[in-house]
T-cell receptor, first 111, second 111 residues
Framework: RKEVEQDPGPFNVPEGATVAFNCTYS??????FFWYRQDCRKEPKLLMS???SGNEDGRFTAQLNRASQYISLLIRDSKLSDSATYLC????????????FGKGTRLSVIA | EPEVTQTPSHQVTQMGQEVILRCVPI?????FYWYRQILGQKVEFLVS????????KSEIFDDQFSVERPDGSNFTLKIRSTKLEDSAMYFC?????????FGPGTRLTVL
């Protein structure tokens, strides 16, 4: 089983649509969970950390289900500028441990 | 907003040559990392560094690789004898807690 598994997409959605991405991870020792966004040939940029209680940042909502080892990201009211690859990322254990990345889900928002 | 910087942005080298990739982490961060991303693949962890020593390294980080923090600001990755398969984007990251922030990367091309 892959360490972090994501649907590669692409997801092609019209502006204003709501889109959801899912991710599963295999390491039950992982303690920290993140969504990063990566534009073509650029660095990963931290979008948000993900907590068991769920968290929201504007149009973005992230959820974590530790029992199922499942992470989700919901984007509401999609903008053209949301077009990017969304990376599901977990750490290897507690504290400042290395990050393990999924391959990413590609999103294209179309006018 | 403080950010991680990396130089050079692009490095072209001949197989067998040594390269040094440079990074300036965010100033109050204590943990430093190198990751790489081969074109079309996921981001992979290479090495982490804390308190002037390697804290963890991956299988990729073999004897050809070394890291150093030569002064209070720079963090370097050296590849002693480059191979064709070392061609990739190399990202430096730093963190204070579990959130890691990435630099813009160095694109290494080995001919």
């Amino acid at each position: 089983r892959k360490e972090v598994e994501q649907d590669p997409g692409p997801f092609n959605v019209p502006e204003g649509a709501t889109v959801a991405f899912n991710c599963t991870y295999s390491n039950s020792a992982s303690q920290s969970f993140f969504w990063y966004r990566q534009d073509c040939r650029k660095e990963p940029k931290l979008l948000m950390s993900v907590y068991s209680s769920g968290n929201e940042d504007g149009r973005f909502t992230a959820q974590l289900n530790r029992a199922s080892q499942y992470i989700s990201l919901l984007i509401r009211d999609s903008k053209l500028s949301d077009s990017a690859t969304y990376l599901c990322v977990v750490n290897k254990g507690s504290g400042n441990t290395p990050l393990v990345f999924g391959k990413g889900t590609r999103l294209s928002v179309i006018a | 907003e403080p950010e991680v910087t990396q130089t050079p942005s692009h490095q072209v080298t001949q197989m067998g040559q040594e390269v040094i990739l440079r990074c300036v982490p965010i100033s109050n961060h204590l943990y430093f990392y190198w990751y790489r991303q081969i074109l079309g693949q996921k981001v992979e962890f290479l090495v982490s560094f804390y308190n002037n020593e390697i804290s963890e390294k991956s299988e990729i980080f073999d004897d050809q690789f070394s890291v150093e923090r030569p002064d209070g600001s720079n963090f370097t990755l050296k590849i002693r004898s480059t191979k064709l398969e070392d061609s990739a984007m190399y990202f430096c990251a730093s963190s204070y807690d579990d959130e890691q922030f990435f630099g813009p990367g160095t694109r290494l091309t080995v001919l």
